[in-house]
């Protein structure tokens, strides 16, 4: 079966810096995707970046970036200029050859002044 | 424009009473899913359709059941409801694939008493 997990519960950053997102993931299937998802307050789940196993570069999307790091199965999210919309929770998320998305149980972001 | 529509928004049951959460989708999607979130948890996934005509279980289906009534749609019943079933519950759905992002509906939040 296949595990994913976020080991920090909160992170702090302040404005305009950037912020690493820790994803680690176990699974023996050959072809998957890994994904990151926002969701501010207001509950709404927002699709930010994907990742696939055979992509040879790491993906961007404006301000995110994916540090797709395959040997060690993590998946790290990077936020750069970090602003203040940006605080919410962010979870990542695994789906393999079942194409059943798996999520990590999350980390709260906070932006600060 | 409305992607993923879940209804109702908000619902209060007493244990063992019953209740049906619609969803319906108007982006041509095969795949659609019943998710639900629980503080520190993430999303658990309850059951999914992977095509019209078809359903399979989730990490947590006990105590509910689906209907795929067709492409668009996919309900999700509660029998018997029981406090642990307390949570906001997502719906979504995607193309068919492992790299295909979920989308997501704006969720329904359920408590029982």
């Known amino acids: 079966a296949q595990k994913i997990t976020q080991t920090q519960p909160g992170m702090f950053v302040q404005e305009k810096e950037a912020v690493t997102l820790d994803c680690t993931y176990d699974?023996?299937?050959?072809?998957?995707?890994l994904f990151w998802y926002k969701q501010p307050s207001s509950g709404e789940m927002i699709f930010l970046i994907y990742q696939g196993s055979y992509d040879q570069q790491n993906a961007t999307e404006g301000r995110y970036s994916l540090n797709f790091q395959k040997a060690r199965k993590s998946a790290n999210l990077v936020i750069s200029a970090s602003q203040l919309g940006d605080s919410a929770m962010y979870f990542c998320a695994f789906t393999g050859t079942a194409s059943k998305l798996t999520f990590g149980t999350g980390t709260r972001l906070q932006v600060t002044l | 424009n409305a992607g993923v529509t879940q209804t109702p928004k908000f619902q209060v049951l007493k244990t063992g009473q019953s209740m049906t959460l619609q969803c319906a989708q108007d982006m041509n999607h095969n795949s659609m899913y019943w998710y639900r979130q629980d503080p520190g948890m993430g999303l658990r996934l309850i059951y999914y359709?992977?095509?019209?005509?078809?359903?399979d279980k989730g990490e947590v289906p006990n105590g509910y059941n689906v209907s795929r009534l067709n492409k668009r749609e996919f309900s999700l019943r509660l029998e018997s409801a029981a406090p642990s079933q307390t949570s906001v519950y997502f719906c979504?759905?995607?193309?068919?694939?492992?790299?295909?992002?979920?989308?997501f509906g704006n969720g329904t939040r359920l408590t029982v008493t």
């Open positions: 359709s992977a095509s019209e005509g078809t359903t």
């Open positions: 979504a759905s995607s193309r068919t694939g492992y790299n295909s992002p979920l989308h």
């Open positions: 699974t023996s299937d050959p072809s998957y995707g």
